[in-house]
């Protein structure tokens, strides 16, 4: 995948990117598995999640995934959606709720 900082987009590599991205707690990160080819080898969304840089389930994460960090979360879903398929990724629960809570806190 390549790089692209000035979407917005940027992939982590190592361990040292995640864990520097995630003291920066700037932005949202995705990780999970993205299907090979569109309808084959997908996985469910509950394996593909976006989270707030912060958030502390990315304690959890697996090293196999693929994870990358998104600088809003406009680009996150359009991005997402076009990678892994608009059905195939979701909110962490966590995250959710304070996306939701920002959206009401902002009307």
Request: proline share 4%; with cysteine; charged share 35%.
């Amino acid at each position: 995948m390549p790089i692209r900082e000035e979407t917005g987009i940027r992939p982590l590599e190592s361990l040292e990117d995640f864990e520097e991205t995630r003291l920066e707690a700037i932005g949202f990160i995705f990780h999970g598995n993205v299907p090979v080819a569109k309808g084959k080898g997908s996985s469910s969304g509950g394996s593909n999640l976006l989270h707030f840089a912060r958030c502390p389930k990315l304690e959890k994460t697996g090293e196999g995934e693929l994870k990358i960090w998104f600088r809003s979360v406009r680009v996150a879903h359009k991005h997402l959606d076009e990678l892994v398929g608009t059905k195939k990724w979701k909110w962490c629960k966590l995250c959710e709720r304070e996306i939701t809570q920002r959206v009401l806190d902002e009307r």
